[in-house]
C-alpha cells in the first residue's frame, strides 16, 4: 500500500478514525439510541427494532466517515479494522465493507468470518484488514521510551514484560 490508509478504531461504543496519525473523534452511543444496550454483541443478537436501529446507524456513521476521509485524502489504498468491535465483530465490518463497495472494496467473507488480518479478496481495489490492538502496551512502552528507560531495566520490571 502506497496511498492513504484510514484506521477505523471502532471500540466498545465510539468510533475513531485516523488518517495519517490524525484522529477525529466520532462518538456514537449504541445504548443512547437503542435503550437496550451499549454492547454490540448485545444488539446483534437482538431482535428488537431499536437495536437494529442502532446498529444500521453505528454502520452508517462508519462508513459516512470513510466516504469523507477518502475525498478528503483524494482515494484509499487500504482500510484497516481495530479495537473492540472493529477487531472482534465480522458481521460489523461485512456491513461497512458492503456500505463501502462504491470504494472497490471486495471482501473476502469466509477470511473476515475466520478472523483473518487481510480480510479483502485478491480482487478488492481496497486492502482491507483487522488488526487486533493492545493500547494498554503501547501506552506503557511510549512512556518507557519518553522517559528515557530501557526495556528490561528494573523500572520496567513493574509493568510486565515490555
Known sequence: MRGPILVVNAG???????????????????????????????????????????????????????????????????LVFTAGIGEHSPEIRRHVCEKCAWLGIVLDGEANARGAECISAADSRVSVWAIPTDEELTIVRQTIAALGLEAGSPATHVVGAV
Open 12 to 78: 466498545s461504543s465510539s468510533i475513531k478514525f485516523s488518517a495519517y496519525g490524525a484522529e477525529n473523534g466520532h462518538a456514537a452511543s449504541l445504548l443512547g439510541v437503542s435503550a437496550v444496550s451499549g454492547d454490540m454483541r448485545s444488539l446483534l443478537a437482538s431482535g428488537d427494532s431499536r437495536a437494529k436501529e442502532a446498529v444500521e446507524l453505528f454502520v452508517y456513521r462508519i462508513a459516512r466517515e470513510i466516504g469523507a476521509l477518502t475525498a478528503a485524502l483524494g482515494g484509499l489504498d487500504g
